[in-house]
């Protein structure tokens, strides 16, 4: 009985028939295997076996266009497509005995096709090459990884509605340059993240509907001389149609930039608001807390509560847009059609689409799990004179100056009550009247934070009103 390893693969077989399977992946044309360390270069089974699924249902949906066409017998389309679903079963129940020297997931399937069914496998492959084949795979991979990232997104969406519908007069301080700028809403601060991961989301459904072109039947790069129906693997696998071009088919790898391109920025927007997390749960701020669920402690000072999942998101960031650099370096001197640095395309899109999975579902976790203080943020808006654009604002309203010379008023009466360490609705009315004597008392109206935000309803504004009416809306577009 053959040893397995942990993962479920056999070790490997002995020298003499290493090499012979070495050999019959090579073809007739090699008299001798593969130096060591070019099969090590070369294999790829250790990452590329995550294709398992996308390889099986591509092969089938050939298998059964061939019996159609007439170019495979109904008995051996059946033996393929049943020695498939055996092959299926054993990955999925961790007994395929995957081995290097098949190189790939395409051989390993083909040669345990073999051991199951006979000389029939072989006939598979006809008018089919490992370049339109693994090409295939590869879209349909991506294909489903952005329709799981897409539901991380849409659950992350909802957690923040759900806070933004809670929170929809919270005051807090809205901030430019980190500085205390004006009140809004913390509401209104958490929709703006829903908008950015509505943007991901549909980038990622551009990415999605561009790269729904089936390549399979493109063969190596030239098309086949066999009468295959294209259009009917395509059909069969959800593709909208088969590419048009069979160069284009075999060495495009657009779609796999394009959904890093998408996931890193989506990291970007994920790195912002773990930066806001680990600002909010400081001790200056404690806008927020998370419970234990979400932070760590220190091995030596027991007080820390340290917001480590904000912060691995923030970091993770750079590993989506390390990916997107990878695979634009590896594709940016390739000349027509297929060239074996396309393996190297597989590592970072995997590596990318499990990141931003991660990081979608933890940063969805700590919004489930956050607590607000909404005493603490108040303070803070009050603080920094934030409600100076209100009272500039009145002067232009109340006693029709431009705005420029409200500007520059505004500015002097920011002055005098630092003068006098006071706030702008703390200020004395004849202090006021100095700088500007036709100033009344209704400008009082205006200086608190609550009349604010109040105040600031343009559409897109962070009045409460408006912030309660664009959680309904977020929900019905996006949850």
């Given at each position: 009985?053959?040893k397995k390893?942990?993962?479920?693969?056999?070790?490997?077989p002995?020298?003499?028939?290493?090499?012979?399977?070495?050999?019959?992946?090579?073809?007739?044309?090699?008299?001798?295997?593969?130096?060591?360390?070019?099969?090590?270069?070369?294999?790829?089974?250790?990452?590329?076996r995550?294709?398992?699924?996308?390889?099986?249902?591509?092969s089938?949906?050939?298998?059964?266009?061939?019996v159609?066409?007439?170019?495979l017998?109904?008995?051996?389309?059946?033996?393929?497509?049943?020695?498939?679903?055996?092959?299926?079963?054993?990955?999925?129940?961790?007994?395929?005995?995957?081995?290097?020297?098949?190189?790939?997931?395409?051989?390993?399937?083909?040669?345990?096709?073999?051991?199951?069914?006979g000389?029939?496998?072989?006939?598979?492959?006809t008018?089919?090459?490992?370049?339109?084949?693994?090409?295939?795979?590869?879209?349909?991979?991506?294909?489903?990884?952005?329709?799981?990232i897409?539901?991380?997104?849409?659950?992350?969406?909802?957690?923040?509605?759900?806070?933004?519908?809670?929170?929809?007069?919270?005051?807090?301080?809205?901030?430019t340059?980190?500085?205390?700028?004006q009140?809004?809403?913390?509401?209104?601060?958490?929709?703006?993240?829903?908008?950015?991961?509505?943007?991901?989301?549909?980038r990622?459904?551009?990415?999605?509907?561009?790269?729904?072109?089936?390549?399979?039947?493109?063969?190596?790069?030239?098309?086949?001389?066999?009468?295959?129906?294209?259009?009917?693997?395509?059909?069969?696998?959800?593709?909208?149609?088969?590419?048009?071009?069979?160069?284009?088919?075999?060495?495009?790898?657009?779609?796999?930039?394009?959904?890093?391109?998408?996931?890193?920025?989506?990291?970007?927007?994920?790195?912002?608001?773990?930066?806001?997390?680990?600002?909010?749960?400081?001790?200056p701020f404690?806008?927020?807390?998370?419970?234990?669920?979400?932070?760590?402690?220190?091995?030596?000072?027991?007080?820390?509560?340290?917001?480590?999942?904000?912060?691995?998101?923030?970091?993770?960031?750079?590993?989506?847009?390390?990916?997107?650099?990878?695979?634009?370096?590896?594709?940016?001197?390739l000349?027509?059609?297929?060239?074996?640095?396309?393996?190297?395309?597989?590592?970072?899109?995997?590596?990318?689409?499990?990141?931003?999975?991660?990081?979608?579902?933890?940063?969805?976790?700590?919004?489930?799990?956050?607590?607000v203080?909404?005493?603490?943020?108040?303070?803070?808006?009050?603080?920094?004179?934030?409600?100076?654009?209100?009272?500039?604002?009145?002067?232009?309203?109340?006693?029709?100056?431009?705005?420029?010379?409200?500007?520059?008023?505004?500015?002097?009466?920011?002055?005098?009550?630092?003068?006098?360490?006071?706030d702008?609705?703390?200020l004395?009315?004849?202090?006021?009247?100095?700088?500007?004597?036709?100033?009344?008392?209704?400008?009082?109206?205006?200086?608190?934070?609550?009349?604010?935000?109040?105040?600031?309803?343009?559409?897109?504004?962070?009045?409460?009103?408006?912030?309660?009416?664009?959680?309904?809306?977020?929900?019905?577009?996006?949850?």
């Amino acid at each position: 009985m053959k040893k397995k390893n942990p993962d479920g693969a056999n070790e490997k077989p002995r020298p003499a028939a290493a090499a012979k399977a070495r050999n019959a992946a090579r073809g007739g044309r090699f008299a001798s295997g593969p130096a060591e360390i070019m099969e090590r270069i070369n294999v790829s089974i250790d990452f590329d076996r995550r294709l398992y699924a996308q390889d099986i249902a591509g092969s089938q949906a050939h298998c059964a266009m061939l019996v159609r066409q007439k170019l495979l017998s109904p008995q051996d389309g059946e033996a393929i497509d049943r020695g498939l679903g055996q092959i299926r079963a054993e990955i999925e129940g961790g007994t395929f005995p995957f081995r290097s020297e098949h190189e790939d997931i395409h051989l390993n399937i083909e040669a345990r096709l073999g051991e199951l069914i006979g000389p029939a496998a072989g006939r598979l492959h006809t008018a089919r090459s490992r370049n339109d084949q693994v090409a295939t795979d590869f879209r349909l991979w991506v294909r489903d990884a952005i329709d799981r990232i897409d539901r991380h997104a849409q659950a992350l969406q909802a957690a923040l509605v759900d806070h933004a519908e809670r929170h929809a007069a919270t005051i807090m301080p809205g901030f430019t340059h980190l500085q205390v700028a004006q009140p809004v809403t913390f509401g209104h601060h958490l929709l703006a993240y829903v908008e950015m991961l509505g943007r991901d989301r549909g980038r990622l459904a551009d990415c999605r509907k561009r790269l729904n072109e089936s390549p399979l039947g493109a063969a190596a790069l030239a098309g086949t001389s066999f009468p295959i129906d294209r259009e009917a693997t395509a059909k069969a696998l959800g593709f909208d149609r088969p590419s048009a071009n069979s160069l284009d088919a075999v060495s495009d790898r657009d779609f796999a930039l394009e959904f890093l391109a998408a996931a890193a920025i989506a990291g970007m927007h994920l790195s912002r608001f773990a930066e806001e997390i680990v600002i909010w749960t400081s001790e200056p701020f404690r806008f927020i807390r998370l419970s234990d669920a979400f932070t760590t402690g220190s091995s030596i000072m027991p007080q820390k509560r340290n917001p480590d999942a904000a912060e691995l998101v923030r970091a993770k960031a750079g590993k989506l847009l390390g990916a997107l650099t990878a695979l634009l370096a590896v594709m940016k001197g390739l000349p027509l059609a297929y060239s074996k640095d396309m393996q190297e395309d597989k590592l970072p899109v995997f590596e990318a689409a499990d990141t931003l999975e991660l990081c979608l579902a933890a940063t969805a976790g700590m919004m489930r799990d956050l607590s607000v203080d909404a005493e603490a943020m108040r303070r803070v808006a009050v603080s920094g004179f934030s409600t100076a654009t209100d009272l500039a604002d009145w002067l232009v309203r109340v006693l029709g100056l431009p705005f420029r010379q409200a500007h520059h008023i505004t500015g002097a009466l920011v002055k005098r009550a630092e003068e006098l360490g006071t706030d702008l609705a703390d200020l004395p009315l004849r202090e006021m009247q100095r700088i500007e004597r036709r100033i009344t008392a209704g400008v009082l109206d205006v200086l608190t934070v609550e009349k604010s935000v109040a105040s600031r309803t343009s559409f897109g504004g962070t009045a409460p009103a408006n912030v309660a009416a664009a959680a309904a809306q977020a929900r019905k577009r996006f949850c």
